[in-house]
Structures are given as structure tokens and as C-alpha cells.
């Protein structure tokens, strides 16, 4: 298997693990100096133990019945990979149906630790948020 469809492997191993509630995929990939945005959180997120803190509360919490990894793409560069990606996740209605529940950009930094891909940032986005307010850069 090559590093690229390695690391699309890995990130839809825990991408699996995550819609079953199980956040913990993501930790155990992840590098120990690991950084991380997200659109919840005020600031970075820096290391492991303080993604293990953030992780906690959400285990068994989280349900996506199924996704959608659009367009993966993996740029190398020797031992390290940015792997670029839309999400779109999915619940199941009681009528079998599907519908979309978030979309999502998502730009992972790989890092190969000891032969190992790790997480060394992690970033993810709403696709098109809706603003508050419009915002300009004009004075």
C-alpha cells in the first residue's frame, strides 16, 4: 500500500470510529505535540493530553450513521503528508433516508513518527458558514 493510501486509510479508520462514538481513533493517531482547530474552539489546542481532554465528554455522544470523504487529496513531501478533504456527514431518519447533518473541510497533517503516520495538526471548518454579520477588511 503507498503512504498516500495509507494515510486515507487511517484518517477513514477513525472517521468510522467517530460516527460510532469513539473519538479515541483520532488520539491514537495522533502526534504527542499534536496542534488543533476547530470552529468550537477559541483558541489552538496544543497536545495530546489536552485533546484527550477535549475528546472525553464527546465518547458515545457522537452519531453519523454514514459519510462522505469528497475528494481526498495527499500531498507528500518525504515524512510528511497533508491530507485535504470535504466531509459530509449523514443521519439515518425512521424512514431508512438519509439526510446531511454537517459539512466539513478538513486539512490533517501528517507526520511519520518512528515508521509510524501521526496527526501532527489537525484543522477542520464549516464548508460556507453562515456569518453573523457581514465582515470586511475596508476601515
Not at 41 to 50: F, H, K, N, P, S
Not at 79 to 101: C, E, K, M, Q, W
Not at 112 to 121: P, S, V
Request: overall charge negative; charged content about 20%.
Amino acid at each position: 500500500m503507498s503512504d498516500v493510501d495509507a494515510i486515507i486509510a487511517l484518517e477513514r479508520a477513525v472517521l468510522d470510529r467517530w460516527g460510532a462514538g469513539d473519538p479515541r481513533g483520532y488520539l491514537e493517531i495522533m502526534a504527542p505535540a499534536v496542534t488543533y482547530f476547530d470552529p468550537f474552539q477559541e483558541q489552538r489546542v496544543d497536545g495530546l493530553t489536552a485533546m484527550t481532554d477535549l475528546f472525553a465528554p464527546w465518547t458515545g455522544k457522537i452519531q453519523v450513521d454514514c459519510y462522505d470523504m469528497v475528494r481526498p487529496n495527499v500531498q507528500q513531501h518525504g515524512d510528511a503528508a497533508l491530507l485535504t478533504f470535504n466531509l459530509v456527514s449523514y443521519r439515518r431518519r425512521p424512514d431508512g433516508t438519509t439526510h446531511p447533518i454537517a459539512h466539513w473541510n478538513c486539512s490533517e497533517l501528517y507526520a511519520r513518527f518512528n515508521g509510524a503516520w501521526r496527526i501532527a495538526h489537525s484543522h477542520w471548518s464549516f464548508v460556507k458558514p453562515e456569518l453573523k454579520q457581514t465582515i470586511t477588511e475596508e476601515a
